[in-house]
């Protein structure tokens, strides 16, 4: 399966997990089930957070309920999966 993360350069990858390491991505982390396996999926969650906050000035997880991990394993980007969940709140 080809995911946002996996479609990431080595050097994105490893920018995306350090900013796990961040409130907002303990939050993603926490959010996605913990673990290594869980890291790509942290990851996204919190490249999608952090646009949240830059264009809407408020966290994913203050919006209505969204299906991320759905949204994921569908292979969105964290910028469609952020549309869509704007979109679906609305």
């Known amino acids: ?6 479609s990431l350069a080595p050097d994105e990858q490893r920018d995306a997990i ?8 303990k939050a993603a982390l926490d ?3 913990g ?3 869980n890291v790509a999926f942290a990851a996204f969650l919190a490249e999608a957070d952090r646009l949240s906050f830059e264009r809407h000035g408020l966290s994913i997880f203050d919006l209505p309920d969204y299906l991320w991990r759905d949204a994921y ?3 969105m980007s964290p910028t469609e ?10």
């Open 1 to 6: 399966m080809t995911t946002w993360f996996t």
């Open 81 to 90: 999966a952020l549309a869509d969940a704007i979109a679906a709140a609305s």
């Open 31 to 33: 959010y996605a089930g």
């Open 18 to 25: 350090a900013r796990l390491n961040t409130p907002q991505g």
């Open 73 to 75: 394993d569908d292979e």
């Open 35 to 37: 673990g290594q396996a």
